[in-house]
Every structure is written in structure tokens, then in C-alpha cells.
């Protein structure tokens, strides 16, 4: 068992102001970006990186072989969301790095 790193990059599709993130484990686990909405005013493809640690939101102790689902959901200028987005299943030790 071990803590993974995912890293969500959104190249193509988003348009609106702002985004945020979440993982979701296939037992339920769901694991929040870090810091608050993504702006991509001026920044072209923005990453978020997640952690299944106790700091995101975990502690989500994985073996490896389990289902993974990221949702993106996009936020006007007034932080309304504007659409909502989930990307999955993967599996995740195909899409995510052992933390160290």
C-alpha cells in the first residue's frame, strides 16, 4: 500500500475562468486540489497535483490496482460553476507516481 500522485492537466475543452478539482477512489475517498480555484486567465494549460495523503483530504492508502475518477468543474468569474466534468475510470498506478 502507498500514497499516489496525480497530475491533472487541462489542455483542450475548458473555457471557462476558473476550474477545481477532486479525485475520486472507487470505495467513495474523495481527495480536493490544493489551494483554491485554478485561474486560467493567462495561463494557457494549467496543472493541478493531487496527493492521497491526509493533507488533500485523504488518507487514502492504495494498492495500486484500484478505479480513479477526476472531476473538473468550471467556475465563471462569479465562481458559479458552469459545467462539471468527470474524466474516468483509470486505474492508479497506470495514471499516477508513488508519493514520496
Same mark, same amino acid.
Given at each position: 500500500?502507498?500514497?499516489?500522485?496525480?497530475?491533472?492537466?487541462?489542455?483542450?475543452?475548458?473555457?471557462?475562468?476558473?476550474?477545481?478539482?477532486?479525485?475520486?477512489?472507487?470505495?467513495?475517498?474523495?481527495?480536493?486540489?490544493? +489551494? #483554491? !480555484? &485554478? @485561474?486560467?486567465? /493567462?495561463?494557457?494549460?494549467?496543472?493541478?497535483?493531487? *496527493?492521497?495523503?491526509? %493533507?488533500? +483530504? #485523504? !488518507? &487514502? @492508502?492504495?494498492? /495500486?490496482?484500484?478505479?480513479?475518477?477526476?472531476?473538473? *468543474?468550471?467556475?465563471? %468569474?462569479?465562481?458559479?460553476? &458552469?459545467?462539471?466534468?468527470?474524466?474516468?475510470?483509470?486505474?492508479?498506478?497506470?495514471?499516477?507516481?508513488? %508519493?514520496?
Amino acid at each position: 500500500m502507498a500514497y499516489y500522485e496525480f497530475t491533472l492537466t487541462v489542455v483542450n475543452g475548458a473555457t471557462a475562468d476558473k476550474f477545481v478539482a477532486q479525485t475520486i477512489f472507487e470505495d467513495g475517498q474523495v481527495v480536493y486540489q490544493p +489551494g #483554491g !480555484p &485554478v @485561474d486560467r486567465s /493567462g495561463n494557457g494549460y494549467p496543472s493541478v497535483t493531487f *496527493t492521497s495523503s491526509a %493533507a488533500s +483530504g #485523504g !488518507p &487514502v @492508502d492504495l494498492t /495500486g490496482s484500484e478505479s480513479v475518477w477526476f472531476q473538473l *468543474t468550471e467556475l465563471d %468569474a462569479n465562481f458559479k460553476a &458552469v459545467s462539471v466534468h468527470i474524466i474516468g475510470p483509470y486505474i492508479v498506478s497506470e495514471v499516477g507516481v508513488v %508519493a514520496s
